[in-house]
């Protein structure tokens, strides 16, 4: 069953416009140019996901559906492999999407290592190939609003990062920030552990007394080094920053953020869209 929830963000466009946001499509192809490690994973990950063609289809349906835009903030690889490196170059060359990596973009194998710049940058120019924008860091503006894509997915920002969103909010316009991974809030994060009870949230920027019960993994994971405490910091005290759209969580959740609302996003093999309309 389908999930499309609506947004609307009065901004002052120049025109009203519409997004299809979508996240964490999963494709899970591989073939004979991939090892047979890789050929195994990808059947034991489509028991989980499927392989994700229909979820990408029928996101590309919609968008066309509703006259949107399509957005999308990561995980649309489930790995890395010859097969679905070229579904995505298929998908960005057909259709217009702009896009922010998720920490999946760079899994050689998911979940087998230590996740960090090293470990992305073994893939990261033949991903970043198949797409049109720069899925690190990207500006894009419609109709008066600066879109920003931000890959915050491995829970940090770097300093180039926080220096060029700098430089898009000098810009003057209202900014749309994409990013993979939620952001943190006490109350997002009361919401995942009281509510939804689970221990771990899963968000950037979470202070690091609140992950005193996370597992050694998760605490070095997901605790804020320097550059990304000072980025969450910025993030949610800079008013041109109207509204923040994530994915990761495969839910879809509306939460207010210092003063804004920040909208996660479910996932896309769930038939899970969100369309933004903003005047
Ligand atoms: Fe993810």
Same mark, same amino acid.
């Given at each position: 069953?389908?999930?499309?929830?609506?947004?609307?963000?009065?901004?002052?466009?120049?025109?009203?416009?519409?997004?299809?946001?979508?996240?964490?499509?999963?494709?899970?192809?591989? $073939? &004979?140019? @991939?090892?047979?490690?890789?050929?195994?994973?990808? !059947?034991?990950?489509?028991? %989980?996901?499927?392989?994700? *063609? /229909?979820?990408?289809?029928?996101?590309?349906?919609?968008?066309?559906?509703?006259?949107?835009?399509?957005?999308?903030?990561?995980?649309?690889?489930?790995?890395?492999?010859?097969?679905?490196?070229?579904?995505?170059?298929?998908?960005? $060359? &057909?259709? @217009?999407?702009?896009?922010?990596?998720?920490?999946? !973009?760079?899994?050689?194998? %998911?979940?087998?290592?230590? *996740? /960090?710049?090293?470990?992305?940058?073994?893939?990261?120019?033949?991903?970043?190939?198949?797409?049109?924008?720069?899925?690190?860091?990207?500006?894009?503006?419609?109709?008066?609003?600066?879109?920003?894509?931000?890959?915050?997915?491995?829970?940090?920002?770097?300093?180039?990062?926080?220096?060029?969103?700098?430089?898009?909010?000098?810009?003057?316009?209202?900014?749309?920030?994409?990013?993979?991974?939620?952001?943190?809030?006490?109350?997002?994060?009361?919401?995942?552990?009281?509510?939804?009870?689970?221990?771990?949230?899963?968000?950037?920027?979470?202070?690091?007394?609140?992950?005193?019960?996370?597992?050694?993994?998760?605490?070095?994971?997901?605790?804020?080094?320097?550059?990304?405490?000072?980025?969450?910091?910025?993030?949610?005290?800079?008013?041109?920053?109207?509204?923040?759209?994530?994915?990761?969580?495969?839910?879809?959740?509306?939460?207010?953020?210092?003063?804004?609302?920040?909208?996660?996003?479910?996932?896309?093999?769930?038939?899970?869209?969100?369309?933004?309309?903003?005047?």
């Amino acid at each position: 069953m389908e999930d499309l929830r609506i947004t609307k963000l009065s901004l002052g466009a120049e025109k009203p416009f519409r997004l299809l946001h979508i996240s964490d499509t999963h494709l899970c192809l591989a $073939d &004979e140019r @991939d090892n047979e490690r890789k050929n195994k994973l990808a !059947e034991a990950r489509k028991n %989980v996901f499927g392989d994700g *063609e /229909d979820a990408l289809a029928w996101s590309i349906e919609k968008a066309k559906e509703l006259d949107a835009l399509l957005v999308h903030t990561g995980d649309l690889l489930d790995f890395v492999s010859a097969a679905n490196i070229d579904a995505a170059k298929k998908f960005t $060359d &057909e259709n @217009d999407c702009f896009f922010a990596a998720g920490n999946h !973009e760079f899994s050689q194998y %998911v979940g087998e290592a230590w *996740e /960090d710049k090293a470990y992305r940058d073994q893939s990261l120019d033949r991903v970043q190939a198949a797409f049109k924008n720069d899925i690190r860091f990207c500006s894009r503006v419609e109709n008066g609003i600066n879109l920003v894509a931000i890959d915050n997915s491995y829970y940090r920002f770097e300093q180039e990062q926080l220096d060029a969103l700098k430089a898009e909010v000098k810009r003057g316009l209202p900014i749309l920030l994409f990013m993979h991974n939620p952001m943190h809030t006490d109350e997002f994060y009361n919401y995942r552990r009281k509510v939804q009870g689970v221990q771990i949230a899963y968000f950037a920027g979470t202070p690091a007394e609140m992950m005193s019960d996370y597992d050694d993994h998760r605490f070095r994971q997901q605790c804020p080094d320097e550059i990304t405490a000072e980025a969450a910091d910025y993030i949610a005290n800079e008013p041109m920053i109207r509204a923040i759209f994530a994915g990761h969580l495969h839910f879809s959740h509306e939460t207010p953020y210092f003063g804004r609302m920040q909208y996660v996003t479910g996932g896309a093999g769930d038939r899970v869209a969100r369309l933004i309309e903003i005047d």
